[in-house]
């Protein structure tokens, strides 16, 4: 990927600020203010996090690079992506060393901000603090240049989204990156058998790390039996295997000694506890043990509504601009295959990647403005102890819930949580739930096959039938997270605890929401969209190639220069179904046949699946097609039902029976036949490793479940 | 009266001040990271739905654990 190439050789030689601070500090508002909202993505090396760049100017210095850390509470790590902001603040693992580290204290938590600060000081970084939400923490903030005295380093009050105290900032920074001076500021001292542990750590460490203190007691902290850290040499870990009592007394007096310098000398710089009537009053509805619930799944209701109907028109139209378009051009290049390739195959292509658009703005509109309400840390709260029994995050809800719009969204979505492994396993499960793609699907063989009775006079057999493929699509993507996490060991690692911040409600910003919907749409088009054309692409020239019946039953050319011209189309559309039957998707169903035999399918079903590659609910007009129907995608079409319903085995017994329309039903429940899925998941893992297992494992499922269910069926006699 | 009970047995919104943090290394170090040191005021605030996790009041923030970590935290009321 063009993105995740080595920092250092791509950007230039530009002075490098790198912002840190806690996660809802006012970091990404203070981003956008500082590089106009302009970032360059991309990714950490070997990590699916991003990696955000923008550029600023600075009066006296000239254009700088800015990059955003990913929020964090400390420098120890204990994950590969907690590791990131120590790699990204010293400068190792091949990333860039900054020339100034403005690090975002959240002023109406100042005291507890504070630790990040010291930690970096005590490396000799060179530090500067911006204090931000100052005008929410009112008299709670401390006086910068005071709390600068006492930190040994500079504290610039901002308040980014107003503009106010950035203009200081840039000049601070200005005059930090002048300042050659690097200075490691210890506030608290270690004692006589600490240093002599730092001094025996320190000869082990790597040689292109700092060999400084803070170095050592990073290490003694950080690293530990059954970390998830990554490129720690063998000889440091040896080093630092000590005892668990010798561990914990090693964060006893680090901790507590930056702690007790934090509340004896920097607390009583907030004359006031800040003010969080309005968090407490509204978390008490909000995280109510029934209200909060009810609230909840009210909103989630409404997420819901707004991917399908909210975005439904809009879907509707980029469809028919993109078949308008691709009619104009077919017309304009009457029978050449190139005029045929981009209407059909590019056109078409782009314009799936386009209609995906509408639920990716949707949904990320909404995302963002839950969390930067600070809703969304609500959520994981709420949901822990549910999505827990299934070893899922507690945010991994949301994607969940909106796989039943889209699944290529829901996997963007999961984004949200922290952790690769649990970023996974959300991306593993969330195609098993019911996409709408899979409902004109649904619709064409529950309303063909099943017949329209209504059960003890009420229920009606079709429309439970729909519901239970819903529930169907829901217990097996739970079911399925409950056994990957068990079973496969990227995605089992052992169950973290919880450490989860509520931050106070806030007003969403708009620009910086705007921002992030803007980013994620820019790079799913350049990316995962690339692919899907790709793939529809091709998939296009298995369906389409041989231009002509490869061996005609008749000569068609005579057959419809014969007949009258009101039944040529009957004619043309016989021929089409006989070219498709020869083409090479209907090789590739034919070579299907002997796989799918055992689940009741024959060789047109066979191309059909091959036609829901592109996307599922083009079955239905694949479908059409081999059966030499009218075109028709609505899918509603009475007249192939009544195909359906007619087609006959070669020994004259009814191919569709109600029990193939179940097996049908269930490979698509299961089956992750969907190519933009497969290329989103291959975006957002930046492998090809988990789409490919995905596909595997989803379609041998699917299989497995079709087969059971048939041959099940046939042994009852059904 | 004073008494040493775990965090999960708090009674909700009462005050209380941290006597002692144990528990898994990583969690400990991190939960102390966050403030959640001896002498800290902490409050219970909330518990969710199905009785788990739980959500605390320190240092004016607001932070969730599971009951089965947040045992490993003793305070005096």
Known sequence: MSQSSTPASAESLRPLVALAGHPNTGKTTLFNVLTGSRARVGNYPGITVERRMGEAGLEGVGPVDVLDIPGTYSLVARTGEEQIAINAMLGLAGQRRPDAVVICVDATQFVRSSHLVLQALEFGLPVLVALTMTDEAKEAAPDPAEMGRHLGCEVVSVVAAHGRGVAELNTAIARRLRDPERREIWHWQPTAWLRRLLAETRTALPADWPSCDAMALWALMSVEPGDELHGIPAALRRAVHLPPETRKRVDDEAILGRYAFMDATLAPLGHHEPDRSLTERVDRILIHPWLGLLIFLLLMFVLFEGLFAGADPLIHLIERVFAAAGDEIKHALPGSILGHFVADGLLAGVGAVAMFLPQILLLFFFLGLLEDSGYLARVAFLMDRPMRAMHLHGRAFIPLLAGFACAVPAIMATRTMERRRDRVLAMMVIPLTTCSARLPVYTLIIGSLFPARRIGGVLPAQGLLVVFMYAFGMAAALLAALILSRALPPLRSRRLPLVLELPPYRRPRLRDVRGMVWDRSRRFVTDAGTLIVICSVVLWGLLDFPRQPASPSRDWKAAIAQVEPAARPEVERAKEAERLQQSYAGRIGKLMEPAIAPLGFDWKIGIGLVGAFVAREVFVATMGVVYGLEPDTAGSSLTLREKLRQEKRPDGSPLYTPLVGLSLLLFFALACQCTSTLAVVRRETGSLRWPLFLFAYTSVLAWLVSFAAYQTGRLLGL | ?77
Not at chain 2, 34 to 53: E, F
């Open chain 2, 1 to 77: 009266m004073k008494s040493v009970v775990s965090l999960p047995e708090l009674p909700l919104r009462k005050l209380a001040v941290v006597e002692a943090v144990e528990g898994d290394r990583a969690f400990r170090r991190r939960i102390m990271e966050m403030g959640l040191i001896p002498g800290t005021k902490v409050r219970l605030v909330a518990v969710a739905p199905m009785g788990d996790p739980l959500t605390l009041e320190l240092r004016s923030s607001r932070l969730s654990l599971r009951r089965k970590e947040a045992a490993q935290v003793r305070v005096r009321v």
